[in-house]
């Protein structure tokens, strides 16, 4: 954060309660705490040494001991809190636990900040060169506290929760020479480079803190690595960590597809911003999920038989793909309003309909480009973010551009009505206004120009240097003028701006295609619904079903919602007889050549009570149909480059 004003005043607290200043009652009086130094564009002075023994995985206790230079005089340690990719104040301080920091081997005391958490105040004594800290990062045990990123099996070292830095300086500019132990016969990956290693353990050469937060570890006891692009100088490895060894198993085709992606990228973005690149993917149901992206790397977390039943996780291969799209959008290319000195200045959103809505885009385009998926399973999974849209309530009165604030609004934590409340919809939202973009130009260019052009110009300069390069809104629309002229500062404000409650589905209908309900599920959706264990009737009766039987999605305004029906709420028989999710879609084929309304006997809490559906439209499932008035765009699209 930037350094507070200094108040030159005392506050007062009460016995229990919190009173206002300058309320003259008998009070224990405190003082102020000193202001944290605002981050500066200079050099920190000397080697941070941060030592984490990671052995302790059955307890999962990530120890950590650190020796940071100082000078005697007033120190604030800073634990970082608003974290580059997640675009919000996520680090887990509630995570930190036994600081003990001493000087010469005498303990120094800390105070932390009351307002600010995560700034720990201190006095250095005259004459101490470096203090030496230790504490822990207590890993949740299971999900109920969070993510699980310690499991026997495997870990996630994400660098930003095992260290504290001193205010003042920008991150870019603190050195941290970091050491990693980990338990015997486990091995590691990661984008830093080992210094030395000793058995499973590693010394690695010293970066900037920057670089450190940017280059996590994967390790584990069960690994495999493949080379998906072994040219130097820039090697591009998928590294595989695994619950059980036989979960490792990949067949060549599939590993084939991973190679054809970083090919397919490197053709759509015409450069690379690493000297080697680093899939870190654990196929795990043990630790918790993730896909977060690095100039470097990647962390990503996908289902346990990601590759062993390769035909079940079709949703799930969209993943690498966008996280490897990230290395060029939003770790090279950063949004200006983003990109902040240090961990602890606040982030702004604005421009997270590029940095993830055009992302996305190329994820799912990639993906089919790669063949991670066939091109109908691109068109299925397109069809169905265009029809979640098609239904977003929340359009009417949350416009697109706001939801980019929702990563600090909400930080992913579960909410009732989705529809309504919406959530980061810059994604995928996101994702239907740069088709509309792509097929613009191609319509406009008689295709000789696509948001490929865009690509290769926005994310393309400056090959092999990876120091962020900031961009404005108006960048964007340049870019995009140079590819193909166009008003494209109005047409963006529009969609970003709109409360139509129709969906945004232009660059669909451009592509050629037209989105049309029937009353069976694409493959696409079918294997989603199994491996979520799901029942999906979003766009018929307007709900989805989940584990116990209890709806996890209502449409807001739609015939459950209007029949009085909420989240949470558990569909104990339908017609009189035990739930069965196949006989509710028989009872919803039937209502629609009769006039009976669908019965559900519901449980809240530990009410009872019967609801009636009067719904008659049939099972409704999205799909994209061909309409041959309309070049075939989208199929360009999807097709791999040449
Ligand atoms: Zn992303």
């Known amino acids: 954060?930037?350094?507070?004003?200094?108040?030159?005043?005392?506050?007062?607290?009460?016995?229990?309660?919190?009173?206002?200043?300058?309320?003259?009652?008998?009070?224990?009086?405190?003082?102020?705490?000193?202001?944290?130094?605002?981050?500066?564009?200079?050099?920190?002075?000397?080697?941070i040494r941060?030592?984490?023994?990671?052995?302790?995985?059955?307890?999962?206790?990530?120890?950590?001991?650190?020796?940071?230079?100082?000078?005697?005089?007033?120190?604030?340690?800073?634990?970082?809190?608003?974290?580059p990719g997640t675009h919000s104040p996520t680090g887990r301080i509630d995570a930190l636990a036994g600081l003990m920091i001493q000087a010469h081997g005498r303990r120094v005391e800390w105070v932390r900040d009351a307002v600010d958490v995560y700034a720990f105040h201190l006095n250095v004594p005259a004459g101490a060169t470096s203090l030496d800290l230790e504490f822990q990062f207590l890993s949740a045990g299971d999900g109920n506290e969070g993510r699980v990123v310690m499991t026997p099996e495997m870990l996630n070292l994400q660098?930003?929760?095992?260290?504290?830095?001193?205010?003042?300086?920008?991150?870019?500019?603190?050195?941290?020479?970091?050491?990693?132990a980990l338990p015997d016969g486990w091995q590691f990956a990661t984008a830093l480079?080992?210094?030395?290693?000793?058995?499973?353990?590693?010394?690695?050469?010293?970066?900037?803190?920057?670089?450190?937060?940017?280059?996590?570890?994967?390790?584990?006891?069960?690994?495999?690595?493949?080379?998906?692009?072994?040219?130097?100088?820039?090697?591009?490895?998928?590294?595989?960590?695994?619950?059980?060894?036989?979960?490792?198993?990949?067949?060549?085709?599939?590993?084939?597809?991973?190679?054809?992606?970083?090919?397919?990228?490197?053709?759509?973005?015409?450069?690379?911003?690493?000297?080697?690149?680093?899939?870190?993917?654990?196929?795990?149901?043990?630790?918790?999920g993730i896909g977060l992206e690095h100039h470097h790397s990647s962390e990503n977390v996908t289902p346990p038989t990601?590759?062993?039943?390769?035909?079940?996780?079709?949703?799930?291969?969209?993943?690498?793909?966008?996280?490897?799209?990230?290395?060029?959008?939003?770790?090279?290319?950063?949004?200006?309003?983003?990109?902040?000195?240090?961990?602890?200045?606040?982030?702004?959103?604005?421009?997270?309909?590029?940095?993830?809505?055009?992302?996305?885009?190329?994820?799912?385009?990639?993906?089919?480009?790669?063949?991670?998926?066939?091109?109908?399973?691109?068109?299925?999974?397109?069809?169905?973010?265009?029809?979640?849209?098609?239904?977003?309530?929340?359009?009417?009165w949350k416009s697109l551009q706001?939801?980019?604030?929702?990563?600090?609004?909400?930080?992913?934590?579960?909410?009732?009505?989705?529809?309504?409340?919406?959530?980061?919809?810059?994604?995928?939202?996101?994702?239907?206004?740069?088709?509309?973009?792509?097929?613009?130009?191609?319509?406009?260019?008689?295709?000789?120009?696509?948001l490929d052009d865009f690509a290769a110009a926005f994310f393309g300069i400056n090959s092999r240097k990876w120091t962020p390069e900031p961009y404005a809104f108006d960048d964007v629309v340049k870019t995009l003028n140079a590819v193909q002229p166009y008003d494209w500062a109005d047409f963006l404000h529009t969609r970003l701006e709109s409360h139509d409650r129709e969906a945004p589905l232009d660059g669909i209908a451009r592509g050629g295609y037209r989105l049309v309900y029937s009353d069976a599920p694409s493959d696409f959706v079918k294997k989603r619904e199994a491996r979520r264990k799901l029942t999906d009737l979003a766009f018929s009766l307007g709900f989805v079903v989940g584990r116990e039987n209890k709806?996890?999605?209502?449409?807001?305004?739609?015939?459950?919602y209007a029949a009085g029906l909420t989240v949470g709420t558990q569909i104990v028989a339908v017609d009189g007889v035990a739930y069965d999710s196949d006989r509710l879609k028989d009872i919803v084929k039937a209502a629609k050549t009769n006039s009976m309304a669908v019965e559900l006997l519901v449980k809240n809490g530990d009410r009872y009570s019967t609801v009636r559906i009067d719904y008659h439209d049939g099972l409704r499932y999205p799909h994209l149909e061909r309409d041959a008035s309309v070049p075939a765009r989208l199929d360009q699209i999807l097709e791999p480059r040449k």
């Open 1 to 47: 954060m930037r350094g507070r004003k200094s108040i030159p005043l005392v506050f007062v607290v009460g016995c229990g309660a919190i009173m206002a200043a300058g309320i003259a009652v008998a009070q224990t009086r405190v003082s102020l705490q000193p202001e944290i130094a605002a981050p500066k564009d200079v050099p920190f002075p000397g080697t």
């Open 50 to 83: 941060l030592a984490v023994d990671a052995t302790d995985v059955t307890r999962h206790i990530f120890r950590i001991k650190e020796t940071i230079p100082v000078q005697s005089g007033s120190l604030t340690l800073l634990y970082p809190k608003w974290l």
């Open 159 to 180: 660098w930003n929760s095992v260290i504290l830095y001193p205010a003042g300086h920008f991150v870019r500019q603190i050195t941290v020479a970091p050491s990693l």
């Open 193 to 288: 480079e080992a210094a030395s290693t000793s058995g499973p353990s590693a010394t690695f050469k010293p970066v900037s803190l920057e670089t450190l937060v940017d280059s996590p570890v994967f390790a584990g006891r069960y690994v495999k690595r493949v080379e998906l692009d072994a040219s130097v100088p820039a090697p591009v490895r998928l590294n595989v960590f695994a619950d059980r060894p036989d979960l490792l198993e990949a067949k060549p085709d599939h590993l084939n597809a991973h190679r054809a992606l970083v090919t397919q990228a490197y053709k759509l973005f015409d450069s690379h911003h690493y000297d080697h690149y680093e899939f870190l993917l654990a196929v795990t149901d043990r630790m918790g």
């Open 306 to 396: 990601y590759f062993t039943e390769w035909d079940k996780n079709t949703d799930t291969r969209g993943l690498l793909p966008h996280e490897f799209a990230h290395s060029w959008n939003g770790k090279f290319r950063r949004p200006a309003d983003l990109w902040t000195a240090n961990y602890n200045v606040p982030m702004r959103d604005s421009l997270l309909w590029v940095y993830e809505g055009q992302t996305q885009y190329w994820g799912h385009v990639l993906a089919a480009r790669a063949g991670l998926w066939t091109r109908e399973q691109a068109l299925d999974a397109l069809a169905d973010v265009a029809a979640v849209y098609g239904h977003r309530a929340g359009r009417e």
């Open 402 to 450: 706001d939801t980019t604030n929702d990563p600090i609004i909400a930080g992913r934590r579960a909410i009732p009505w989705r529809s309504w409340q919406r959530s980061e919809d810059y994604y995928s939202e996101g994702e239907l206004v740069w088709l509309d973009v792509d097929t613009l130009i191609r319509e406009r260019s008689g295709g000789e120009k696509s």
């Open 551 to 560: 709806l996890t999605d209502v449409q807001w305004g739609g015939p459950a």
